[in-house]
Structure formats: C-alpha cells, structure tokens
C-alpha cells in the first residue's frame, strides 16, 4: 500500500511539473524584435516593477522621468499601475492591481511610436505573468493573558453605628457578614464633641 501511495505521488508531481513548464512554454517571444522585458515571466504581484527596453529610442528627452505617460504595452486582463521612461529606450510600468488567479499576456500598444514619429511594430512580441490566488490575512495576535489584571473597586462610608459600610453589605449579600467593630465606630462618631470640650477646657 505505501508503494502504491508513494507512486501515485510522483506522477501527481510528475503532471504538476509538465503542467508548470508548459505554463512557461506559453509565454510567446518576450525577446522578440530586440525588445528585453525584466521580468520576462513568473509571477508578479501588486507592488512588483517590470522594466522594458526597446532597441530604438521611443521618446524624446524632456520625457523622461516625467509621470503619467502612456504605458507602451497593454495587458489583457488589465493590468493597474504607473509608466515612467527612465531614458529614451527604456521604461518601468509600477503595478498597483492584478487580477486575481489569472494569467496577463501583455502585447505592445496599438500605434505605438517611436521617437521620430515612425510607427514600432513587432506583431509576435508578448510576454505573460501569472498573479496569487486570492487571499485574506490578519495582524491579529493570539494573547494567552491579559495585559493587565482586572480589578474592582470598592468604596466604604459610614452613615451610623447601627449601619454596616458598603463593603460589609455587599459582603452580606455574597453570604459574607462583616459587622465594623463598636469601639472604631465610636471613635468614628465622636471626634467633633472631643474637640469641643478641649477648646472649653483651654477657656
């Protein structure tokens, strides 16, 4: 039974690898007509820069680094993001959105020109990108405690010597009882009299 197993996976990977390679096969003449694309093919994401020379000069010099230009080649699906000549035979296309799980082929635009207005034609130039399937993720850490211990707060005030404080009734509901010591509630009761009779005895 492992043998059997162990053969089903080998051709399960077998297949995956020719599935892979004829994946890039198809990935038409990316060197075609002189132009050089980096990356050629593989993935690309959001983020990622693909940079394209042409072995013509294709604008002139006050463009270069210069934004909103036209891309000079377009995808299928579309392909979001921003075109910058950096000289005048190569660009950087910054992509800021794929499609997810796809495959874009790109061509050259149609009308695409050169520098001296001559139209630039290489009808078998392409190249294809794969994108990530689509995905959520989380910051979200796991925390086995607290950050802090909770507490309660508990306030006491006497309102006479036959009244239990706060604390003590709420002590008495749980099945507590805390009855507050006779004597330390005298003592509570009578320090304005106490004063009294000092300030009549120095009189």
């Given amino acids: 039974m492992p043998f059997l197993v162990c053969i089903v996976a080998i051709a399960m ?8 390679e004829e994946e890039e096969a198809s990935n038409a003449k ?7 694309i980096e990356p050629s093919s593989g993935k690309i994401a959001e983020g990622d820069t693909i940079t394209i ?3 013509v000069s294709m604008v002139a010099a006050d463009l270069i680094d210069v934004g909103d230009q036209a ?9 979001d993001g921003t075109f910058l000549w950096k000289s005048q035979t190569e660009g950087v296309f910054t992509v800021s959105g794929v499609v997810a799980e796809a495959r874009h082929r790109l061509t050259l635009a149609s009308g695409l020109k050169d520098a001296t207005g001559k139209p630039f034609v290489v009808k078998d130039w392409s190249a294809e990108f794969k994108t990530p399937k ?8 796991e925390r086995k405690q607290l950050a802090a211990r909770p ?3 508990l306030s006491c ?10 604390h003590a009734a709420r002590s008495a509901s749980s099945g507590t009882h805390i009855r507050p010591h006779r004597e330390w509630l005298a003592r509570r009761e009578k320090p304005a009299a106490t004063s009294i009779l000092a300030s009549d005895a120095r009189r």
């Fill in 53 to 55: 020379t042409f072995p």
């Fill in 30 to 36: 990316p060197d075609a007509g002189g132009i050089v």
């Fill in 157 to 166: 005030g006497f309102a006479g010597s036959d009244r239990l404080s706060s």
């Fill in 134 to 141: 689509f995905a959520i993720t989380t910051e979200f850490n």
């Fill in 71 to 79: 891309s000079p080649f377009v995808s299928e699906p579309k392909l």
């Fill in 13 to 20: 990977a077998g297949a995956s690898f020719a599935q892979d």
């Fill in 151 to 153: 507490q309660i707060y």
